[in-house]
């Protein structure tokens, strides 16, 4: 399975609407700023000064907040004096030298952006930005503000934008089951089940356990593969367990390890079927045999 693919399963991020995807920590779009492969965040400081721009995105109007990068020279060596300047030459130099932000920005929200002028004082003020933060292996190279709206939203709140090697995702605690048996029973068979009975489970020997996750993965043999339950009678451990989305990244890329051993001797377990429990009891065994042995009918 593909991150993507996990995380669509995932109802936390399948149901998310585009600007919670935005507002999620974990929101992270690779960029170019020119030649310089780089990843834009949107957890920027909020600029105290900057130069205010009035840019047009396709046919709508928005304020382009750009502070005093140092990475933009001749900006920083105006930047105190940029209040005298005439406002075509502050904007003439703004192009010149933040041509490669602005094809970023571009390139970013997928749409035509060009400069109007500059935002007259509170023209801004009450609207919604977003304060981004490109950086590369090195560092932090350059931060800008932009205004947000529905359209904007849209195009950068998707899923493909979620690294899902953050934190917030990886951390992601969810329910897991391990199961060491799966198999058909006959409807007489199991309406006749009584505390004393016995299930002999020969594969609990030969085949490794399965760790469902979230009733909606399964990780076995090393490999990790969507689960949708198919109606068969399961023999599992009686203690839930608990897996991390991280878990499952990694099995995904084939970095996990088997869900483990076999159970051992008085193990307790559950048996289910259809996320209903039909039946509690413990690994023993029937002569040299494996077997599930009941202690107890639940339903």
Same mark, same amino acid.
């Given at each position: 399975?593909?991150?993507?693919?996990?995380?669509?399963?995932?109802?936390?991020?399948?149901?998310?609407?585009?600007?919670?995807?935005?507002?999620?920590?974990?929101?992270?779009?690779?960029?170019?700023?020119?030649?310089?492969?780089?990843?834009?965040? &949107?957890?920027?400081?909020?600029?105290?000064?900057?130069?205010?721009l009035?840019?047009?995105?396709?046919?709508?109007?928005?304020?382009?907040?750009?502070?005093?990068?140092?990475?933009?020279?001749?900006?920083?060596?105006?930047?105190?004096?940029?209040?005298?300047?005439?406002?075509?030459?502050?904007?003439?130099?703004?192009?010149?030298?933040c041509?490669?932000?602005?094809?970023l920005?571009?390139?970013?929200?997928?749409?035509? &952006?060009?400069?109007?002028?500059?935002?007259?004082?509170?023209?801004?003020?009450?609207?919604?930005?977003?304060?981004?933060?490109?950086?590369?292996?090195?560092?932090?190279?350059?931060?800008?503000?932009?205004?947000?709206?529905?359209?904007?939203?849209?195009?950068?709140?998707?899923?493909?934008?979620?690294?899902?090697?953050?934190?917030?995702?990886?951390?992601?605690?969810?329910?897991?089951?391990?199961?060491?048996?799966?198999?058909?029973?006959?409807?007489?068979?199991?309406?006749?089940?009584?505390?004393?009975?016995?299930?002999?489970?020969?594969?609990?020997?030969?085949?490794?356990?399965?760790?469902?996750?979230?009733?909606?993965?399964?990780?076995?043999?090393?490999s990790?593969?969507s689960?949708?339950?198919?109606?068969?009678?399961?023999?599992?451990?009686?203690?839930?367990?608990?897996?991390?989305?991280?878990?499952?990244?990694?099995?995904?890329?084939?970095?996990?390890?088997?869900?483990?051993?076999?159970?051992?001797?008085?193990?307790?377990?559950?048996?289910?079927?259809?996320?209903?429990?039909?039946?509690?009891?413990?690994?023993?065994?029937?002569?040299?045999q494996?077997?599930?042995?009941?202690?107890?009918?639940?339903?």
């Amino acid at each position: 399975m593909k991150p993507i693919e996990i995380l669509s399963a995932i109802p936390k991020w399948s149901k998310a609407s585009a600007k919670e995807l935005l507002d999620s920590p974990a929101w992270a779009l690779p960029c170019k700023l020119g030649d310089e492969q780089c990843v834009m965040r &949107l957890d920027a400081t909020h600029p105290a000064d900057s130069i205010d721009l009035a840019v047009k995105i396709e046919d709508e109007t928005h304020t382009l907040r750009l502070p005093d990068n140092p990475a933009f020279e001749e900006i920083h060596k105006v930047w105190a004096s940029r209040a005298e300047m005439p406002e075509p030459i502050l904007l003439a130099i703004v192009e010149k030298e933040c041509g490669p932000l602005l094809q970023l920005v571009e390139n970013a929200v997928r749409r035509q &952006l060009k400069i109007i002028g500059l935002v007259k004082p509170g023209e801004a003020d009450g609207a919604e930005f977003i304060y981004a933060r490109i950086s590369n292996e090195s560092g932090d190279i350059a931060t800008f503000a932009l205004t947000l709206s529905p359209a904007i939203v849209a195009v950068l709140g998707e899923k493909r934008n979620i690294d899902t090697n953050h934190p917030s995702v990886r951390d992601e605690v969810l329910p897991a089951e391990r199961e060491f048996a799966a198999f058909q029973l006959p409807a007489t068979d199991a309406t006749t089940l009584e505390p004393g009975d016995s299930l002999l489970l020969p594969e609990i020997e030969s085949l490794s356990p399965r760790l469902v996750i979230d009733g909606r993965f399964v990780l076995a043999e090393g490999s990790l593969a969507s689960w949708k339950d198919d109606g068969l009678y399961r023999v599992i451990a009686a203690e839930s367990e608990t897996a991390t989305v991280g878990m499952l990244m990694d099995a995904a890329g084939g970095e996990s390890a088997e869900p483990g051993a076999a159970p051992k001797a008085e193990t307790p377990l559950k048996l289910v079927r259809m996320g209903r429990t039909i039946a509690s009891g413990r690994l023993s065994r029937v002569g040299d045999q494996p077997a599930f042995a009941i202690d107890a009918v639940l339903g």
